[in-house]
């Protein structure tokens, strides 16, 4: 590393710490929801393989969560892998799948978070639903952040399945459809999503420079703030953390009011 980048460095940290020292920790987001776009571009820049992106991207994570910790935020969700990743080349899923059961085994281990698996099982390998589940069972305990893992993830998908969740248990109590159609709401649908016990996300955040959700939490979006950063996922940086946060304090949420 030579002077310039050092000298960088040094700005960099200083201006972090400036950030964070005037953020007020009454207005953070309670739950923040993050697309952690551009691991494939990151590593592409850099003269690396995919896979190599993927690994970066996965190391980053923890780092992400200490943060978050520092911050008293409650609620994280990671979207890991969508429904549409499931299109990607078999030389690039494969050793993903593989990265992202390591994730879940290191959440779990730290013991600082307690994760929860949003998405469909059914379209993961045996072996990630085990790790998934061992995953929940072993953090069900601990009394930190909640991690959202969302892995087989498809917004749609899960309002799809929300929706045959609550037909199904419609059934089982014996309600006829006439029944179920005048009392259904979106509390109720509410209900029967991934996420039905947490509440929504406050903030959602992009990286890479893509401007778009991409299907990310359509239901509980709906009233999010979102914060679009141009850094790819594997260089995103406390300083941008910060500056996410400091945004959305400023921010008036209305609410449609």
């Known amino acids: 590393m030579n002077l310039r980048d050092k000298l960088r460095g040094l700005l960099v940290r200083l201006y972090a710490r400036r950030v964070e020292g005037h953020l007020d ?3 953070v987001p309670k ?56 299109d990607r080349p078999q030389e690039e899923l494969v050793p993903l799948l593989g990265i992202i059961e390591d994730v879940v085994r290191t959440l779990a281990a730290d013991g600082r978070w307690r994760v929860h698996h949003v998405g469909t099982p059914d379209l993961l390998p045996p072996g990630m639903q085990t790790v998934l589940k061992e995953a929940e069972e072993t953090t069900a305990h601990v009394d ?53 016990d947490q ?16 299907g990310f939490m359509l239901w509980q979006t709906a009233h999010s703030e979102y914060y679009f950063c141009d850094v790819f996922w594997p260089a995103f ?21």
Not at 62 to 80: I, K, M, Q, R, S
């Open 25 to 27: 920790h009454a207005q």
């Open 237 to 257: 940086r406390k300083v941008d953390f910060l500056r996410a946060m400091r945004d959305y304090a400023v921010r008036h949420r209305r609410y449609g009011g």
């Open 144 to 196: 930190g952040i909640v991690v959202n893992v969302a892995i087989g993830y498809g917004g749609r998908q899960e309002i799809a399945d929300a929706v045959r969740s609550m037909l199904l248990d419609a059934k089982d109590r014996g309600t006829s459809m006439e029944e179920l159609a005048e009392a259904v709401d979106t509390d109720m649908i509410g209900r029967h999503l991934y996420t039905s």
């Open 199 to 214: 509440p929504d996300p406050d903030l959602v955040i992009r990286t890479s420079g893509e401007q778009r959700l991409s």
């Open 31 to 86: 739950h923040i929801g993050v697309i952690m776009d551009g691991n494939r571009r990151w590593a592409k820049a850099a003269g690396s393989s995919t896979v190599d992106g993927h690994r970066a991207g996965a190391g980053k994570i923890e780092e992400f969560l200490g943060w978050c910790t520092e911050t008293d935020v409650e609620v994280v969700t990671l979207w890991l892998l969508s429904t549409d990743n499931f």
